[in-house]
Every structure is written in structure tokens, then in C-alpha cells.
């Protein structure tokens, strides 16, 4: 079966420090993968998302990157974090086959800054 | 545009009653549909997905939903819930048009005692 792992689960940082949150997907091979940020009280705001490796595409413009180094592993960053990046990050993967393939979800990170 | 809209924002039922939280796609060509349960805290998990066919779909924990395309409507229901079913739902669908799965701002059901 397929499992998403996202780490860490938490994390504190103050503003102006760098981030790496990392994401991996076992037991499929060609994942489309996928980063969401949901702040307080709202809906899910697609940031990235992936169809290959090295293949990145961004949906709002920020502060924020992205990179899939590995077929298999989705990693955001940010050089200076800003207190408007707080929120609860979410790494998605899906099936490249077809179209209708639904998303599954990571257990997400909250990050808090300071 | 293509949208998924999910009307109420926050939807309180007593423990053992049913439930019903209600979604609407963009009228025209019909998405792939689907249903996530978000636990405070925990990521997305998947309660059932609709592509065509039978229009009453079954899925986890009990819920099942219910596709009308008269009414461009795909709602979520359980016959009696559980204090365990306390938790945000986002409806979402795929439009062949588009690739992307889009979402619904999501209900957040609270359970009465």
C-alpha cells in the first residue's frame, strides 16, 4: 500500500530564518505530488505541485519554493520566512494515470512564526 | 469558471442524528467528485469519490453521498453520526478541462451530546 510521510509535524521559526519541510511517497512509482497551505479557519490554497522530477510548477506567487529532487520526494522551502507563511503545510501525491485520480494527504506540518 | 461550492460554513447536529452537508459543483460538464475528512490537526483523508455510474456512492466511516445532476449537487450523508465525526469536510472535484482537483471551502461539523 502507499504511504505519505511529511516532517516535521511541527515546527517554530523566527521570521527571517530559513525552512525546509520535506515530504515523501512510498510504494508508487511517477507520482503527481502536490504542496497546499491551509491557513486558520480556511480552505486549501495549492502552492506547488509536480508531475516529474525537476518539474515544478507554481500557483501563487510568494515567498516560497519547491523542489522534487527525487521521484518520490517533494521538498518546500523558503530562503526568509515571513510572518504571513505561518499556517498548516500539507504535501499531497496522486496517480499520474488518468484524470480522475483523487489526492491523498500527508498528516501536515504546522508551522509557526515569530 | 469551474468551482466547488460548499454552502454552510459550520453545521451543529445532536449525537445520532443524521447528517446531511450539502455541495455544488459549476454547472456544465459534471467533475470527478469527492469527499475528504479533515481531524483537527491531521491531514486530508478520503471518505468516497463519484466518476459516473451508480449515482449513490458508499464510502468509509459510515457516509455515503448522493449525486443529483439536476440540481449540479453531490451531498454527503450518514444516517446517524458519532461524537467521533467532529471534524472539517471539504468536497472537491476534477474537471477534465482543467487536471486540477479544486475544493470547497469546507463544513466543519461539530456534534452536540
Known amino acids: 500500500s502507499q504511504t505519505i510521510h511529511q516532517w516535521p509535524a511541527t515546527l517554530v521559526q523566527p521570521v527571517g530564518s530559513p525552512l525546509s519541510l520535506e515530504c515523501t511517497v512510498e510504494?508508487?512509482?511517477?507520482?503527481?505530488l502536490y504542496w497546499y497551505r491551509q491557513a486558520a479557519g480556511r480552505g486549501l490554497q495549492l502552492l506547488f505541485y509536480?508531475?516529474?522530477?525537476?518539474?515544478i510548477s507554481s500557483e501563487v506567487p510568494q515567498n516560497l519554493s519547491a523542489s522534487r529532487p527525487q521521484d518520490r520526494q517533494f521538498i518546500l522551502s523558503s530562503k526568509k520566512l515571513l510572518l504571513s507563511d505561518s499556517g498548516f503545510y500539507l504535501c499531497?501525491?496522486?496517480?499520474?494515470?488518468?484524470?480522475?485520480?483523487?489526492?491523498?494527504f500527508g498528516d501536515g506540518t504546522r508551522l509557526s512564526i515569530l | 469558471a469551474q468551482s466547488v461550492t460548499q454552502p454552510d460554513i459550520h453545521i451543529t447536529v445532536s449525537e445520532g442524528a443524521s447528517l446531511e452537508l450539502r455541495c455544488n459543483y459549476s454547472?456544465?460538464?459534471?467533475?470527478?467528485l469527492f469527499w475528504y475528512v479533515q481531524s483537527p490537526g491531521q491531514g486530508l483523508q478520503l471518505l468516497l469519490k463519484?466518476?459516473?455510474?451508480?449515482?449513490l456512492v458508499q464510502g468509509i466511516k459510515g457516509f455515503e453521498a448522493e449525486f443529483k445532476r439536476s440540481q449540479s449537487s453531490f451531498n454527503l450523508r450518514k444516517p446517524s453520526v458519532h461524537w467521533s465525526d467532529a471534524a472539517e469536510y471539504f468536497c472537491?472535484?476534477?474537471?477534465?478541462?482543467?487536471?486540477?482537483?479544486?475544493f470547497g471551502s469546507g463544513t466543519r461539523l461539530s456534534i452536540r451530546p
Open positions: 499531497a501525491w496522486s496517480r499520474r494515470v488518468g484524470s480522475n485520480q483523487p489526492q491523498h
Open positions: 510504494g508508487t512509482s511517477n507520482p503527481n
Open positions: 509536480s508531475v516529474g522530477i525537476g518539474q
Open positions: 454547472y456544465g460538464a459534471t467533475p470527478y
Open positions: 463519484y466518476f459516473s455510474g451508480d449515482t
Open positions: 472537491a472535484g476534477i474537471y477534465s478541462s482543467a487536471s486540477k482537483i479544486i
